[in-house]
Each structure stands twice: as structure tokens, then as C-alpha cells.
């Protein structure tokens, strides 16, 4: 049985101030909810202050991004090492990173060992873009990018994929549960056949992409879905709560 895994992106909101009070709302709430690993993504600054908020509690924590070398003159840019002291998590591959920061998959890659290399669970994003699912392509897309971002990995360890359809992400127009279980089966195979059954049987892949408390349940009653990746929700106390809650009473009546 795969442990649900709802991650919270809260991408470039909350000052420190702000990220103190947002996890001062939930983490109490949070800790109450059992079988459900709760992960909490905040922008670099608040990292630690939120790991100082969250200790002692069964509530992780991830980033946002990371560098693929370990130090150097990369002004600007923070190592996967210097993250492995803060947190657990690391989210990779984010299509606003690809869109906006142009990370390629040769990127990606990198990124992806590196953040293993330093003991981190990558979250690797992975997903279409409107015209591609228009024309027929999410497949071939979701294809391309996973084989590109694990190409040379050996060990995926507890790395998750989050399936992301990029039309999705922010706009209010979630993938319907159905589209998202069959996208994630079909990455669920392209990791069976990299790396054997028993790796894609343990694997999560998530769902992300307009995900709130009104389809939280439809998408985590799928098979294939094992958790969610969530943005804008993820920065309001009362609907993060409520997602990880219903997930959690989801996977209790099965
Ligand atoms: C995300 O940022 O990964 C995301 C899924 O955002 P949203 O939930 O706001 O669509």
C-alpha cells in the first residue's frame, strides 16, 4: 500500500512573517491526520523557520528548486546539499520552472541526481501543455520528459512523480479524476518498464493542477492517484486541511 503524499507548493507567496502565521493555522490540525504524509513546500527563506515550527510534528518539508552542483561561484542559486540540512523534499521540474526559467530535461536530469546524490526525495513534475493534449500528444510528452528527467538513475529511492497537465496548474480547470488515473497508469508503466515492477509498484505519482477541497475526493478515490501536489490551495489553511483530511478518509474506507 502506497502512503499518500499531499505536498503543499506554495511558490513565490508568503513572506517569512506570512509563512510563520500560515503554518501556526494548520500544523496542529495537520499532525492530527494519520495516514497521510503531509509536506509542506515554502520559498527558500522560510525554510527554516517553518522546520523550527514543524519539529517534533510528523509534518515535512520540502523546496521548491534546487541547483544541480553541490557549491561554487553560482551566485544566486542554492545546492542540494545546503537543502539536505533543512528539509526532505525537493520539487523538480516544475512547469513554471521549465516555462519560465527554461529547464530542459538534460536540466532536469541533473537536478534530479543531484537532489538524490544529497539524500533528498525528489517530487519530479512532469506534464502537458494545452496544445498537446489538443493534438493527441500527452503520452508522448509525459514520455519524454520522465525517461529524459531518470535517464542514468539507478536508484529512484522515494522519489515521486507528479503528473502536472500545465492547462491545469493555476487556471481553475483540473484534468477530470478519470484523465488524471489514466495519464498516471501510463507513467506508472514507463517506470516498470525502466525499473521493474516492484520499483513501480511502490512508486507515488501525484496529481496536480487545480486541485481544492471540491475535487480533492474525485481525484484520490482513483487507483493510480496516490496523493496530490497543490498551489493555491495549499496557501490557505482550512482548504489545505481539508484535502489532506478527505484524502485521508479516502484511504481509511478502502
Ligand atoms: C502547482 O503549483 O504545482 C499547482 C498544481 O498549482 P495549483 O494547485 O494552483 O494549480
Given at each position: 500500500?502506497?502512503?499518500?503524499?499531499?505536498a503543499?507548493?506554495?511558490?513565490?507567496?508568503?513572506?517569512?512573517?506570512?509563512?510563520?502565521?500560515?503554518v501556526?493555522?494548520?500544523?496542529?490540525?495537520?499532525?492530527?491526520?494519520?495516514?497521510?504524509?503531509?509536506?509542506?513546500?515554502?520559498?527558500?527563506?522560510?525554510?527554516?523557520?517553518?522546520k523550527?515550527?514543524?519539529?517534533?510534528?510528523?509534518?515535512?518539508l520540502?523546496?521548491?528548486?534546487c541547483?544541480?552542483?553541490?557549491?561554487?561561484?553560482?551566485?544566486?542559486?542554492?545546492?542540494?546539499?545546503m537543502?539536505?540540512?533543512?528539509?526532505?523534499?525537493?520539487?523538480?521540474?516544475?512547469?513554471?520552472?521549465?516555462?519560465?526559467?527554461?529547464?530542459t530535461?538534460?536540466?532536469?536530469?541533473?537536478?534530479?541526481?543531484?537532489?538524490?546524490?544529497?539524500?533528498?526525495?525528489?517530487?519530479?513534475c512532469?506534464?502537458?501543455?494545452?496544445?498537446?493534449?489538443?493534438?493527441?500528444?500527452?503520452?508522448?510528452?509525459?514520455k519524454?520528459?520522465?525517461?529524459?528527467?531518470?535517464?542514468?538513475?539507478?536508484?529512484?529511492?522515494?522519489?515521486?512523480?507528479?503528473?502536472?497537465?500545465?492547462?491545469?496548474?493555476?487556471?481553475?480547470?483540473?484534468?477530470?479524476?478519470?484523465?488524471?488515473?489514466?495519464?498516471?497508469?501510463?507513467?506508472?508503466?514507463?517506470?516498470?518498464?525502466?525499473?521493474?515492477?516492484?520499483?513501480?509498484?511502490?512508486?507515488?505519482?501525484?496529481?496536480?493542477?487545480?486541485?481544492?477541497?471540491?475535487?480533492?475526493?474525485?481525484?484520490?478515490?482513483?487507483s493510480?492517484?496516490?496523493?496530490a501536489?497543490?498551489?493555491?490551495?495549499?496557501?490557505?489553511?482550512?482548504?489545505?486541511?481539508?484535502?489532506?483530511?478527505?484524502?485521508?478518509?479516502?484511504?481509511?474506507?478502502?
Amino acid at each position: 500500500m502506497r502512503i499518500p503524499l499531499i505536498a503543499g507548493n506554495w511558490k513565490m507567496h508568503t513572506t517569512v512573517g506570512e509563512a510563520v502565521k500560515l503554518v501556526t493555522e494548520m500544523h496542529r490540525g495537520l499532525e492530527e491526520i494519520d495516514g497521510v504524509e503531509k509536506t509542506l513546500c515554502p520559498p527558500f527563506v522560510s525554510l527554516a523557520v517553518v522546520k523550527e515550527l514543524i519539529k517534533g510534528t510528523s509534518i515535512k518539508l520540502g523546496a521548491q528548486n534546487c541547483y544541480y552542483e553541490e557549491k561554487g561561484a553560482f551566485t544566486g542559486e542554492i545546492s542540494p546539499l545546503m537543502l539536505a540540512e533543512l528539509c526532505e523534499y525537493v520539487i523538480i521540474g516544475h512547469s513554471e520552472r521549465r516555462q519560465y526559467f527554461h529547464e530542459t530535461g538534460e536540466i532536469v536530469n541533473k537536478k534530479v541526481k543531484a537532489a538524490l546524490k544529497a539524500g533528498l526525495t525528489p517530487i519530479l513534475c512532469v506534464g502537458e501543455r494545452l496544445a498537446e493534449r489538443e493534438s493527441g500528444e500527452t503520452e508522448d510528452v509525459v514520455k519524454e520528459q520522465t525517461e529524459a528527467a531518470l535517464a542514468g538513475v539507478e536508484t529512484l529511492g522515494s522519489l515521486a512523480i507528479a503528473y502536472e497537465p500545465v492547462w491545469a496548474i493555476g487556471t481553475g480547470r483540473a484534468a477530470t479524476g478519470a484523465q488524471a488515473n489514466e495519464t498516471i497508469g501510463f507513467i506508472r508503466n514507463i517506470v516498470d518498464i525502466k525499473c521493474g515492477n516492484a520499483v513501480s509498484q511502490n512508486i507515488r505519482i501525484l496529481y496536480g493542477g487545480s486541485v481544492t477541497p471540491a475535487n480533492a475526493a474525485e481525484f484520490m478515490a482513483q487507483s493510480e492517484i496516490d496523493g496530490a501536489l497543490v498551489g493555491g490551495a495549499s496557501i490557505k489553511a482550512d482548504q489545505f486541511l481539508s484535502i489532506v483530511r478527505q484524502t485521508a478518509d479516502i484511504r481509511r474506507a478502502r
